[in-house]
């Protein structure tokens, strides 16, 4: 079936540096999506894209859908301790299973 | 404020003991799931359902089983819980228009002593 491959695993940064991470497939996906989950809780979606291109931004954060429709990108500006916690991508493939499928996901820790 | 809603959020229980994980949701969603996931780890599809009636396993094998009487409903059962059984459980519900994201819940924090 259809995979994401989510990068890096993990990353330990100083307060104030910016984060990027990717997604990518070998396959064509029709919708991406970016989530945070806090310790102790349910991921929370943060940004949702629809078409190849798009650039979609919430206050700090901004992601892309790449236009080759095989991969995803964040970026999170400025970082703040409360941005710790596990991102995860995520998207509706191709084969219209009606399921989404998850990246392994990406720890961030930021230190103050 | 939670449109969807897990429980109990914590849950520490003896080996073999039968328990039901609660999930319900407001959203008049049809599609809802079961999520395992271990600390700091990926997330592992074990249920789904798209209306009532309707349940599917998911990509995960799990001893656990489902249930959909109701739209709002969707709670999950272990007959005879272990340790290897501990771990969150996080429910999501989405609309039916597929193309977009699901909505979880808290999760329930079950261990198995």
């Known amino acids: 079936g259809q995979q994401l491959n989510q990068s890096p695993q993990s990353m330990f940064i100083q307060e104030g540096e910016d984060v990027s991470m990717n997604c990518t497939s070998s396959s064509i996906f029709n919708t991406w999506l970016w989530y945070k989950q806090d310790p102790g809780e349910g991921p929370v979606l943060l940004i949702a894209?629809?078409?190849?291109?798009e650039l979609t931004s919430n206050g700090r954060l901004t992601a892309q859908f790449g236009i080759t429709r095989k991969d995803s990108f964040l970026n999170i500006s400025a970082s703040i301790p409360s941005d710790v916690g596990i991102y995860f991508c995520?998207?509706?493939?191709?084969?219209?299973?009606?399921?989404?499928?998850f990246g392994q996901g990406t720890t961030l820790q930021v230190k103050p | 404020e939670a449109d969807i809603y897990q429980t109990p959020r914590y849950l520490v229980i003896g080996t073999g003991k039968k328990i039901t994980l609660e999930c319900s949701q407001t959203?008049?969603?049809?599609?809802m799931y079961w999520y395992q996931q271990d600390p700091g780890m990926e997330l592992h599809l074990i249920h789904y359902s798209y209306g009532v009636n309707s349940t599917e396993k998911g990509d995960l094998s799990s001893e656990s089983t489902v249930s959909r009487i109701r739209t709002e409903h969707f709670p999950l059962t272990l007959e005879s819980a272990r340790p290897s059984h501990t771990s969150q459980y996080l429910c999501a519900s989405a609309d039916d228009r597929s193309n977009y994201g699901y909505t979880f819940g808290s999760g329930t924090r079950l261990t198995v002593v």
């Open positions: 995520a998207g509706h493939g191709s084969s219209n299973t009606g399921k989404l499928i």
């Open positions: 959203m008049g969603h049809d599609k």
């Open positions: 894209l629809y078409k190849a291109g």
